[in-house]
Each structure stands twice: as C-alpha cells, then as structure tokens.
Nanobody, 123 residues
Framework: QVQLVESGGGLVQAGGSLRLSCAAS????????MGWFRQAPGKEREFVAA????????VYEDSVKGRFTISRDNAKNTLYLQMNSLKPEDTGVYYC????????????????WGQGTQVTVSS
C-alpha cells in the first residue's frame, strides 16, 4: 500500500506564504493522481487541488486559483502545495491524498490519505 506524510503547516499572517509537502512511500507506482484537501473546524473536508501527471492535468478549487500551486517531484516521491497570499479562510487541516485513477475533486474517490498538517492564517 501507499503511505503519505504531510509537513510544512504552521501559523502565518494573512498575505503570507507556506509550502506544504507530502512524502509518499510504498507502492507509489500504482498511484496516478494526487490531491490536497482541507477541513476547517466544524466544516466538511473540501477539495483544494489535484495533480494527474499521466493526463497532464492540474485542477484547482476556484477560491485558490492564482494563489496556490500544486506540483510533484517524481524523483523524491513528494507532492507540494505552494500557498501564497494566504487568507484567514484558508485555515484548516490540510490532507494529502492519492488514488489509482485520474484526478478527482471528491474525497471519496481517493484511496490513500496522510495524517494532515495544520495551517492557521491569522488576520
């Protein structure tokens, strides 16, 4: 199976930046798409961004377009989420996920999940 470990979260002021990392191990050859989701207190887990290298597709939630960038370093088996111009509404626990199919915006479509990393944006 696949193991995912997120890192890079923390506390930042509005307008600041953070870069999240997701290190993958195990049977990573069977995963063809990865994504980032987040969950704010009292809210459902929501889609943030996805990357499907086999289809050359990168997709973002409307609220983060132009501010967040998803990328992957295949040599390091690591997925990144560069977050710029952060807003208080970006606060939440960010999860890395992977699946064996193409990209998806639904959390139910993903097979593997990391433990999450907290991102807090103060105003």
């Amino acid at each position: 199976q696949v193991q995912l470990v997120e890192s890079g979260g923390g506390l930042v002021q509005a307008g600041g930046s953070l870069r999240l990392s997701c290190a993958a191990s195990g049977r990573t050859f069977s995963t063809y798409a990865m994504g980032w989701f987040r969950q704010a207190p009292g809210k459902e887990r929501e889609f943030v961004a996805a990357y499907a290298w086999s289809d050359s597709i990168t997709v973002y939630e409307d609220s983060v377009k132009g501010r967040f960038t998803i990328s992957r370093d295949n040599a390091k088996n690591t997925l990144y989420l560069q977050m710029n111009s952060l807003k208080p509404e970006d606060t939440g626990v960010y999860y890395c996920a992977a699946r064996t199919g193409s990209y998806s915006t639904s959390s139910m479509s993903y097979d593997y999940w990391g433990q999450g990393t907290q991102v807090t944006v103060s105003s």
